[in-house]
């Protein structure tokens, strides 16, 4: 009888979810379909503080697109909370995850929960690039911000696997399934900002403190808490799931008023115009509200009927989580600053207020003039580095600098080379031992942002990275270097680097380009990871340079004494050596206009390219709005054919 009794158990436990499994799979069906039975993601409530102790996983939330990914045998659909499929507009994970299908599928049917994210760090997402993403439509824009801006897809929930529905299991369950099927799949099981896998897992931890602090240094949206032991439940919020934002407290004006909905809006003063950046509505007291609406009625313009003016007067401090299309997200009214005048409330002082120094990094005169025909000073550096850091920091990585340093500003006579470690660093700033002292090294925006307190303007970096311990003799990439006379014979170096592209494409070689920051250029050729030499490099830099300079000797010459070039364009390809530096992509340079060296397309190589246009300002904009053409790179490092080429090479001069 007793065994009758547990078989009866096991058979209902059995069709129960057995059940599920139908239910799920044709919601899935219904969603793959288009119909209004879509599965709802299971929702967070939001709260000031994280809940601690034990018996909580925490996680990053990161500012993306909640997505649920419906991975199967007959399709890839990415469908929105709303059940709308935006599998079309994000074409790099879909193909990502189709060539990853053979490895998976003793594990299809695969139903994730993530977001839809674009990192800038391994804790923070930009909703912007995101948001706009989502919006493409033609087929054009959506393949150049699908190169440009790639996206995927942060996996940190696992609902059904090889037809199993997990929904009833606990989460620590279907976290530890969710990176099984992850690494089964050659996917990471973890998140990491520069490894191009289209798909990652988000790691739990059971303590929030190691999160915390990369949280708030990485400036992220803000952490989740879930409850150990807990389900899944479809389209609830659940108090199982608990959300805390990153708050960051912006300042603005507060200069209208609609008495209909009982909005407020607030400005900044951005150069000598007031730009509206938010619409505000919650987080007065009813007392606020009361003597603010008063306020208006009494001593702003109405017009039109129920629209209130007043001229600027009033600064309030506002909670928020970012910017997104020139507006803050999320706004909430935090207090009044009665003490402070409008004016210093300054675009400067808002990007500031949006983008926090990291704790822990101390920042000194930062009103200092750092460049003065651009008008930048320290902060405003600062801001740039941190701006231009997810681009920057992997070049940086595992590099030895070279930092030419200006300790009054870019015009300072007194600039000085830095190649080795103070006799005191922080605490997060790494070094390496070398033959003649500790080196410095870059791994971290707090280093960087303490290098650019130091007014390190100028980032030089080896042309390999450390391999145990010690700077590889295996160069990551060859770099020529092409130097004209002057920055009025700039176009030498456009004309150069487009003859150097042709010896390149007909290699079968991918190159890239970017400007020096000064008055050349520099082309990159990515090779695979430790695998050629210096000496083997050589033998293709020195046979492309001399190939130029033959087929136009009164243009281009490899000859390294200035006053014998003659007014031609030095090609610099003896500098690609052991021990040798080029300047960093994306570092700045020592010259009073804030110059950037900037990665280019190559069909941005015009009669009309100027080496001045790319300035800390421009770079910045560029960056949002055009991405980082060196982000493809590592794509190309994994396909290059220098080998071939080596190979043809030894034949030709042999």
Not at 90 to 97: Q, R, S, V
Not at 119 to 128: A, P
Not at 275 to 293: A, P, Y
Not at 396 to 423: C, M, N, W
């Amino acid at each position: 009888m007793k065994f009758s009794a547990v078989r009866t158990l096991e058979s209902c436990r059995s069709v129960l979810l057995n059940t599920q499994g139908v239910y799920l799979n044709t919601r899935r069906i219904l969603a793959h379909e288009g119909g209004d039975q879509a599965l709802k993601p299971m929702k967070l409530t939001p709260a000031e503080t994280l809940p601690e102790g034990p018996g909580w996983l925490y996680e990053i939330k990161y500012d993306g697109f909640r997505c649920l990914l419906d991975w199967r045998e007959d399709g890839i659909r990415l469908l929105s909370r709303n059940g709308q499929d935006l599998s079309d507009r994000f074409p790099e994970i879909i193909n990502g995850i189709k060539e990853a299908s053979s490895a998976a599928r003793p594990h299809l049917p695969i139903f994730l929960d993530g977001e839809l994210v674009f990192l800038l760090n391994d804790v923070r997402s930009d909703f912007s690039v995101v948001a706009r993403r989502s919006r493409l439509r033609t087929k054009s824009s959506i393949e150049e911000q699908s190169r440009m801006f790639p996206c995927r897809f942060a996996a940190f929930d696992l609902l059904e696997t090889g037809g199993d529905d997990l929904r009833s299991n606990t989460v620590d369950e279907r976290k530890d399934e969710l990176g099984r099927v992850l690494r089964a799949a050659g996917f990471p099981a973890g998140t990491d900002y520069r490894n191009l896998s289209p798909v990652q897992g988000v790691t739990a931890y059971s303590e929030p403190e190691p999160i915390k602090s990369r949280l708030i240094a990485g400036n992220g949206e803000g952490l989740v808490a879930k409850r150990s032991g807990s389900r899944w439940q479809e389209g609830i919020r659940s108090t199982d799931w608990i959300k805390v934002k990153n708050w960051r407290t912006v300042p603005v004006v507060l200069t209208g008023f609609e008495t209909e909905n009982t909005n407020f809006s607030g400005r900044i003063l951005d150069g000598e115009e007031w730009r509206e950046v938010v619409t505000l509505r919650h987080g007065f007291s009813d007392e606020e509200l009361k003597t603010l609406t008063a306020l208006f009625r009494a001593n702003g313009t109405e017009g039109p009927p129920g629209v209130f003016t007043l001229a600027p007067a009033i600064v309030a401090e506002v909670l928020t989580i970012g910017e997104s299309g020139g507006k803050l997200r999320e706004p909430r009214f935090s207090r009044f600053l009665l003490e402070e005048s409008p004016a210093t409330v300054t675009l400067q002082r808002y990007r500031r207020a949006l983008e926090p120094i990291p704790p822990g990094v101390a920042v000194t005169n930062p009103d200092k003039t750092l460049f003065p025909e651009a008008r930048i000073d320290k902060d405003g550096y600062l801001l740039y580095l941190q701006h231009a850091a997810p681009y920057l920091l992997p070049w940086l990585e595992d590099r030895p600098l070279t930092v030419i340093r200006y300790p009054h500003g870019s015009d300072d006579a007194e600039r000085f080379y830095q190649k080795h470690a103070p006799d005191s660093v922080p605490s997060f700033a790494q070094t390496v031992h070398g033959e003649d002292g500790e080196l410095l090294l870059c791994n971290s925006l707090e280093t960087l942002l303490w290098l650019g307190n130091q007014a390190a303007l100028e980032l030089h970096v080896p042309f390999g990275r450390l391999r145990e311990g010690k700077v590889s003799a295996f160069p990551d990439e060859i770099v020529f270097d092409l130097d004209p006379p002057d920055a009025s014979t700039f176009q030498l170096a456009v004309d150069a680097a487009h003859r150097f592209k042709e010896v390149f494409d007909g290699f079968g070689l991918e190159a890239f380009v970017k400007t020096s920051g000064g008055k050349g250029m520099q082309l990159y050729l990515p090779l695979p990871s430790s695998t050629f030499t210096y000496e083997e490099t050589r033998l293709f830099t020195s046979f492309a340079s001399n190939y130029l300079c033959e087929q136009a000797p009164d243009r281009f010459t490899t000859e390294r004494l200035k006053k014998k070039r003659g007014g031609r364009l030095y090609v610099d390809y003896v500098q690609h050596a052991m021990g040798k530096t080029i300047i960093a992509p994306y570092s700045t340079r020592g010259a009073g206009h804030a110059p950037v060296a900037t990665p280019l397309e190559w069909h941005e190589l015009t009669e009309a390219l100027r080496p001045e246009s790319f300035t800390i300002p421009a770079v910045t904009e560029r960056l949002r709005t055009k991405g980082d053409p060196f982000l493809l790179m590592e794509e190309a490092r994994l396909s290059q054919p220098f080998g071939d080429v080596l190979k043809k090479l030894k034949e030709i001069t042999s």
